[in-house]
């Protein structure tokens, strides 16, 4: 998203003509998960002249670089385009870490959701299960979070818990993309509060006999699960702007069976 839809836009002008302050305005388009970088060009000269904002382009543009990019790795690996951040890492775990978290997994799945769920949603969208790692093993939990974090570093938080899903042969995710859509009610329920999504590191933790590849769509790139393999990507542009060029799909296992692991990043609210 590049721009800001038009019924925003013209929301913007009723309510300054209205006589309501511009920085109410931009609260409430920042609640609604629009980022500053569109916001503020059509709030300009209505704004303060001390008016600041944290999260501004400058903001994203550091939360671009983190600390695995700065201090690379030799199995740090980039199939980044102009608009896309995509890598991949090798031995993130090892394969003695990843059989003790598919073992633990597999004993505690349950049907994996999704955020959106409309009447045209189909029941085959997304057909894995889902493990809570959080809630059956701690300690495995930390070994993965912290883990996962130095790859990133301090500034990026703790994002949410770590969850884990597993694919059995025909299952799949079709296409889709991690982030929320502003001013949606997926938005208001599952980022208002708690913060858009940034980057995504999803680690596979089992060879998968036949299929179960990662595809990225905008780039064609596809990638075949590997134990300790992660792939990691950004879902905002360098402006905070949601970013289309993320989407990706689960293509269904046909022999043998999946497992990955998957960590959201947040921004702060």
Not at 4 to 24: D, F, M
Not at 77 to 82: D, E, L
Not at 222 to 230: C, D, I, K
Not at 255 to 267: P, Y
Request: aromatic content about 10%; glycine content about 6%.
């Amino acid at each position: 998203m590049t721009k800001l839809p038009g019924n925003w836009k013209r929301w913007i002008v009723e309510n300054l003509l209205r006589g309501v302050p511009a920085t109410t305005l931009h609260h409430t388009l920042i609640k609604e998960g629009f980022s500053d970088s569109l916001i503020r060009p059509l709030l300009a000269g209505n704004l303060p002249d001390d008016f600041a904002y944290p999260y501004d382009s400058r903001y994203f543009s550091a939360l671009a670089r983190p600390s695995v990019i700065q201090h690379p790795q030799s199995s740090l690996v980039s199939f980044s385009t102009p608009t896309l951040q995509l890598y991949q890492m090798d031995e993130v775990f090892s394969q003695d870490e990843c059989a003790q978290l598919c073992s633990v997994i597999k004993q505690h799945l349950r049907p994996s959701d999704i955020s959106t769920v409309s009447s045209g949603t189909s029941q085959s969208f997304r057909t894995s299960s889902t493990c809570d790692l959080s809630q059956v093993d701690q300690a495995l939990t930390d070994l993965a979070d912290k883990r996962i974090q130095s790859l990133f570093g301090p500034d990026f938080g703790v994002g949410e818990p770590i969850q884990a899903q597993h694919y059995a042969p025909g299952q799949a995710f079709k296409a889709h993309t991690d982030y929320f859509e502003p001013a949606t009610s997926e938005y208001r329920r599952f980022a208002a509060e708690s913060g858009q999504r940034t980057w995504t590191c999803m680690v596979y933790l089992n060879v998968v006999e036949e299929g179960g590849d990662t595809e990225f769509l905008h780039i064609g790139k596809r990638f075949s699960p590997q134990p300790g393999r992660a792939l990691f990507w950004n879902n905002l542009d360098l402006d905070g702007n949601v970013n289309t060029a993320t989407l990706h799909q689960a293509h269904p296992v046909i022999n043998g069976e999946k497992t990955v692991i998957t960590k959201w990043f947040r921004t702060p609210c």
